[in-house]
């Protein structure tokens, strides 16, 4: 009971007092903005979520969740690798990048399941409609197609194909599992981060997917592609450090996703400055950390959880992943029995709050009126732990009712992005570890204070 409670303490330490990082002003590293989708800045400010009725939050987790499951158990054959679908919609935050000379302003989702960097171009076959401006290959003197003998189209191995004997330029094809699909060619152009040191921006030029031939199934968000920072030799957390332009890290914050004006931001090197407390990391397809157990409330004993459900089996099935890309967190079915039982439980005896007939995992109410002093629920990982509060535990689904912010799926765990917001989750894929520091507010100004 000590060790939970030294935890417990720590974690809460770090939660009121989180360190400001100081900087050089020579950093080597590149880092933008995160911004909310319902930002004031952002271009889907006054969109509004399709239809109430479909739960796509919960739809793109199970989607999610069903892919990289047969992608870990490699059940897949290679041609039939689809990205998992990344289905926007209101809990989600956007990175705001700029590609081509002159540069174009561009929106993507944040994706550490996947790895291809890939973004709509003009002029294209067929391209959805986006919000913002589409970029134009033809327009952009930096502009330029891969070989497909270049090393980052082979390492797409089936996606990635010879145009023809001609030309040889290397061609992509994605598609989602959503219906959604893009296919191009795979290129190099000069994309611009924006340094909160110096207010300059920093240009590097990477590999992208150039998208022709286009279609998004949705018809509410549509962003204008995916960022894909993956493990994989195509990602950009791979490609920057193997053009020397940033070390081998990477680090992103989510702000809290309930309100628009949240901040959020993405930094790749030296900029990353990995502080906090650290968990050891095991980098193979995904992102695999190291879960131990799962607790409600403080001086709570950890839940009756048998630890073998958080573990990676021999065969390489299993474990717990951290992704950027799924919106609510995904437990094993016997873990999430356990998780659920003890939230209704003390949603019930404390607070008189019952599930709906309708849908047991969503209850009457609404989080900030009616849960206040809800017990936080502790994520205990080797070394360190994530301490979620009632707005990463629960998500307001209706005006007058919410949900259960985690799901089942069989045979793998997956750690939301709904439990990662108001933490810094830093990437050190040369030693293989996860920093995780505590930053309620998620601003750059604060991230990267002298």
């Not at 047969?70 to 590609?99: G, H, T, Y």
């Not at 550490?112 to 890939?118: A, N, R, V």
């Not at 609404?366 to 017990?375: A, E, Q, S, V, W």
């Amino acid at each position: 009971m000590s060790s939970v409670n030294n935890l417990l303490l720590i974690i809460c330490l770090t939660f009121i007092f989180s360190p400001c990082i100081s900087a050089a002003s020579d950093s080597k590293g590149f880092s933008t903005n995160l911004i909310h989708i319902h930002s004031p800045s952002s271009p889907y400010k006054n969109v509004k979520a399709e239809s109430l009725a479909e739960d796509t939050a919960l739809k793109s987790t199970l989607s999610r969740h069903a892919y990289m499951r047969a992608r870990q158990q490699k059940a897949l054959q290679p041609a039939d690798f689809v990205p998992p679908p990344l289905i926007p919609q209101e809990i989600m935050f956007l990175a705001n990048l700029s590609i081509g000379n002159p540069p174009t302003n561009v929106y993507v989702i944040l994706d550490t399941g996947s790895d291809l960097f890939w973004i709509q171009c003009e002029p294209c076959d067929v391209c959805y409609k986006q919000k913002d401006p589409i970029y134009d290959r033809t327009k952009s003197d930096s502009y330029t197609e891969m070989a497909c003998d270049a090393s980052l189209c082979l390492s797409l191995g089936s996606d990635a194909q010879c145009s023809d004997p001609a030309q040889r330029f290397c061609v992509y094809k994605y598609s989602y599992a959503d219906g959604t699909r893009t296919s191009g060619l795979l290129s190099y152009d000069d994309v611009a981060f924006t340094s909160h040191y110096s207010n300059e921006d920093k240009t590097a030029q990477v590999g992208f997917g150039c998208g022709l031939q286009n279609l998004n199934t949705l018809t509410g968000f549509r962003d204008g592609g995916v960022l894909g920072l993956g493990p994989g030799q195509v990602s950009l957390a791979s490609q920057l450090p193997a053009i020397g332009k940033v070390s081998k890290s990477f680090a992103y914050c989510f702000g809290n996703f309930s309100d628009p004006n949240a901040g959020g931001f993405l930094v790749f090197g030296d900029d990353t400055y990995l502080k906090g407390d650290i968990t050891p990391m095991v980098i193979d397809e995904f992102y695999y950390i190291n879960l131990l157990g799962i607790g409600l409330g403080f001086g709570e004993p950890r839940l009756d959880i048998n630890s073998s459900s958080f573990e990676r089996k021999p065969d390489g099935s299993g474990g717990v992943v951290i992704d950027s890309g799924t919106t609510l967190s995904a437990f094993v079915p016997e873990v999430y029995e356990v998780v659920r039982n003890a939230v209704v439980d003390k949603l019930q005896k404390g607070y008189n709050i019952r599930p709906l007939r309708s849908n047991p995992d969503c209850f009457r109410g609404k989080i900030g009126r009616d849960l206040k002093f809800f017990p936080s629920m502790v994520l205990y990982l080797e070394s360190t732990g994530i301490l979620n509060d009632k707005w990463s535990i629960f998500r307001q689904r209706y005006r007058n009712a919410f949900c259960l912010g985690f799901t089942s799926g069989d045979g793998l765990n997956i750690i939301g992005n709904l439990a990662q917001q108001s933490y810094k989750f830093g990437f050190n894929l040369e030693q293989s570890t996860l920093s995780i520091e505590s930053m309620p507010n998620c601003r750059p100004s604060s991230a990267f204070s002298n």
